[in-house]
């Protein structure tokens, strides 16, 4: 089966950029998704990190001037123990919200559909302005180095098939051009 181009985010087609029949290199943009919804995501993500760490710049000057109030017998350690919690809780949520943004940059990233290796583009399965889900397909793509044959045969022929049998498979248009391979695989089907 030949390999299928899925969305890896959510979004409108806003632009195809290749068609069915058309040969495409590894890397090449295919398509691309509308980024707004993601976007705006990621900068709501730097946004939170920024607060986050602005609290977090403010805890620790808080932090501070509680030490020296305690080695000055000023306040409790009780305060000072409570002020290292809400320090190291402020932390923890700078690290999700970091997570959060980098996952968010990378759906940006994932708007830019991309061959993931050279081929020719078989099937296009998406049209500009359809909206696809993650995972949705989009094209279908052949590889020039990899090709497979499917080859029904008779009922009859299967008690001479094996396996890692050596076959050459011609065509009728270029029939002096042969390919040399191996069966892979017995499908038997009804």
């Known amino acids: 089966k030949d390999p299928t181009i899925s969305a890896e985010v959510p979004g409108k087609v806003v632009k195809i950029a290749v068609r069915t029949g058309e040969p495409v290199k590894q890397?090449?943009?295919l398509a691309r998704l509308d980024s707004s919804d993601v976007e705006l995501q990621a900068s709501a993500d730097s946004a939170e990190i920024a607060r986050i760490q602005a609290l977090l710049a403010q805890?620790?000057?808080v932090l501070a001037r509680q030490t020296e109030l305690v080695q000055k017998?000023?306040?409790s350690k009780?305060?000072?123990d409570e002020a290292t919690a809400q320090r190291d809780a402020l932390k923890s949520q700078l690290a999700t919200a970091q997570a959060r943004a980098g996952l968010s940059r990378n759906n940006v990233g994932k708007t830019r559909v991309v061959a993931p290796f050279a081929g020719t583009i078989e099937e296009q399965l998406v049209a500009a302005g359809d909206y696809?889900?993650?995972g949705d397909p989009l094209f279908r793509l052949v590889s020039n180095t990899r090709l497979r044959a499917h080859l029904p045969f008779p009922e009859s022929a299967a008690p001479r098939l094996k396996v890692g049998m050596p076959v050459r498979i011609t065509s009728p248009l270029a029939p002096e051009s042969g390919i040399e391979a191996v069966v892979e695989d017995i499908r038997p089907t009804v």
Request: charged residues 20%; positive net charge; hydrophobic residues 45%.
């Open 132 to 134: 696809v889900k993650l």
């Open 78 to 80: 009780n305060a000072l």
């Open 73 to 75: 017998n000023f306040i």
């Open 59 to 61: 805890q620790e000057r």
């Open 27 to 29: 890397g090449q943009v």
